[in-house]
């Protein structure tokens, strides 16, 4: 087995150990006891960041400080589609990650699976979408630096009519809600 292949295993099976682990906290209710690991939607945090693209605003966006030894980072933020057709977000790239993904987490039965959605995030017009802790957001990985609370992390956002906008995401505390 050569060593990128068995890295690229190990941060995989890392990646879903971790977010198992996000699971059976949030069942047990015992979040207090894990920063970082909670994962409850709740409000931006204050100094979230903000851009206007076209009829798109986006709003309260943020990542989290990411914890000694996580391989990934989170990121989140909220899109509202103010026009009259659909737009799509069809990829996010940072100089802070080798890699961005789009994912969407959800409860299949009593587990929480996790889904790269490589045709992006769908923006209807009209509606807002919230990339959040407990659905759909952004995952940072092959991270450069690790994530560290008050720093910024920078993102180029794509979407498919919109165009991109470059957007400056403040890294929160790893348990900000």
């Given at each position: 087995?050569?060593?990128?292949?068995?890295?690229?295993?190990?941060?995989?099976?890392?990646?879903?150990?971790?977010s198992a682990v996000a699971v059976t906290a949030q069942q047990s209710d015992d979040m207090s006891k894990m920063p970082g690991m909670h994962?409850?939607?709740?409000?931006?945090?204050?100094?979230?960041?903000?851009?206007?693209?076209?009829?798109?605003?986006?709003?309260?966006?943020?990542?989290?400080?990411?914890?000694?030894?996580?391989?990934?980072?989170?990121?989140?933020?909220?899109?509202?589609?103010?026009?009259?057709?659909?737009?799509?977000?069809?990829?996010?790239?940072?100089?802070?990650?080798?890699?961005?993904?789009?994912?969407?987490?959800?409860?299949?039965?009593?587990?929480?699976?996790?889904?790269?959605?490589?045709?992006?995030?769908?923006?209807?017009?009209?509606?807002?979408?919230?990339?959040?802790?407990?659905?759909?957001?952004?995952?940072?990985?092959?991270?450069?630096?690790?994530?560290?609370?008050?720093?910024?992390?920078?993102?180029?956002?794509?979407?498919?009519?919109?165009?991109?906008?470059?957007?400056?995401?403040?890294?929160?505390?790893?348990?900000?809600?």
């Open positions: 087995m050569n060593r990128k292949f068995a890295a690229a295993l190990l941060i995989s099976a890392t990646t879903l150990s971790f994962m409850d939607a709740g409000k931006a945090p204050a100094g979230s960041a903000a851009a206007k693209l076209g009829d798109l605003d986006i709003s309260g966006g943020y990542v989290r400080a990411m914890l000694p030894g996580q391989p990934v980072g989170g990121g989140y933020l909220t899109i509202h589609n103010g026009g009259s057709s659909d737009d799509r977000l069809t990829s996010v790239t940072s100089a802070a990650a080798g890699k961005v993904e789009l994912h969407e987490m959800k409860m299949q039965g009593e587990v929480m699976q996790m889904r790269e959605l490589k045709e992006g995030v769908a923006i209807p017009a009209g509606a807002t979408v919230t990339l959040s802790p407990n659905s759909l957001h952004m995952m940072f990985k092959q991270v450069k630096t690790p994530f560290k609370q008050g720093g910024t992390v920078p993102v180029m956002l794509m979407f498919d009519k919109a165009g991109m906008v470059d957007i400056n995401l403040p890294v929160v505390a790893p348990n900000a809600k």
